[in-house]
């Protein structure tokens, strides 16, 4: 009788620490949350044109969400944005081209492009062109925010 309670007591601690480590795997299939880094943008060349600009990466989808604002644009207009390697204050290469921000009737215009892997640990910037495309002046930044560093 005692071999068979020592038995029952056994089948019972396994079927029931075998149902806690489901639950922990269960757990840890919980998707992270998202990485959120905020840039703040800053005039250039006497521009005045000001705003933010929030990258957002999703691990799940290896996917980065860019949402830039800004404001003081002459209404109506058109604007080419991107990610260029580097900082500001040098002319770096294009990692990803994002989609142009278009300015409502005061002044302000916000894009949102998704682009794929992340930018969150890149030596990098965002900035905004003059536009509406990238011939002559209409190449001059600006606005201009350095990920990760708050400049």
Do not use: D
């Not at 992270?32 to 933010?52: D, E, K, N, Y």
């Not at 040098?90 to 215009?109: D, Q």
């Amino acid at each position: 009788m005692f071999g068979k309670t020592v038995v029952a007591f056994l089948v019972t601690t396994a079927v029931a620490v075998g149902g806690s480590f489901a639950s922990v795997g269960a757990a840890s299939q919980v998707a992270a949350a998202p990485q959120v880094m905020h840039v703040r943008m800053r005039a250039q060349a006497f521009s005045g044109v000001s705003g933010t600009a929030t990258l957002s990466y999703n691990a799940a989808t290896k996917m980065t969400t860019v949402k830039v604002s800004v404001h003081n644009l002459q209404p109506g207009s058109v604007h080419p944005s991107h990610i260029h390697a580097g900082v500001c204050s040098a002319n770096g290469p294009v990692l990803a081209a994002l989609a142009s921000v278009t300015a409502n009737a005061k002044g302000s215009g916000s894009a949102t492009t998704v682009i794929p892997g992340s930018f969150m640990h890149t030596h990098a910037y965002v900035n905004v062109h003059l536009g509406p495309g990238l011939a002559l002046t209409q190449y001059t930044v600006l606005t201009c925010g350095e990920l990760g560093t708050g400049k």
